[in-house]
């Protein structure tokens, strides 16, 4: 096998507003495509990360259960996304009334990193590379 790139991430919410608003509008991510499914009642929105082919699938469904949200729980941990400024990135969640956690130092890879939440509290990432990692990890 041969895997290239991660293509997609898929993150099913609770209210599609919302969450779209918190992606698009806050987090900056581009709208690909956005489809309403009448069998289904629900939308899947396509969303892009930066200048990359990396993509978010953002889906509604009526009432869906509810995310165990222990850090430690079995499946997604968490999805982290890289930045160039890490001071300039927090200062920008922070303006937009989005709580962020103090920054740390990896103390394997040295980079910085910090947590936020999704509106159903879906933990995001934010990292940024430090040293020689940077130049391969920013390559498109």
Do not use: W
């Not at 082919?53 to 996304?81: K, T, W």
């Not at 956690?101 to 934010?126: K, M, S, W």
Request: a negative charge; proline letters at 5%; hydrophobic letters at 40%.
């Amino acid at each position: 096998m041969d895997l290239k790139q991660m293509h997609h991430v898929a993150i099913i919410c609770s209210d599609y507003e919302q969450s779209k608003h918190f992606y698009v509008d806050l987090l900056g991510l581009t709208v690909i495509h956005e489809t309403y499914r009448a069998e289904r009642d629900s939308y899947k929105l396509d969303l892009r990360i930066g200048d990359t082919a990396q993509e978010i699938e953002l889906f509604s469904f009526p009432n869906p259960p509810l995310r165990v949200n222990q850090p430690e729980a079995r499946g997604l941990r968490h999805l982290a996304f890289v930045v160039a400024n890490m001071e300039q990135s927090v200062q920008e969640l922070e303006s937009k009334g989005i709580t962020v956690e103090q920054v740390r130092v990896d103390p394997i890879t040295g980079n910085l990193y910090t947590f936020f939440a999704d509106p159903d509290g879906l933990p995001l990432e934010l990292v940024e590379i430090v040293g020689q990692e940077k130049s391969f990890c920013m390559k498109g």
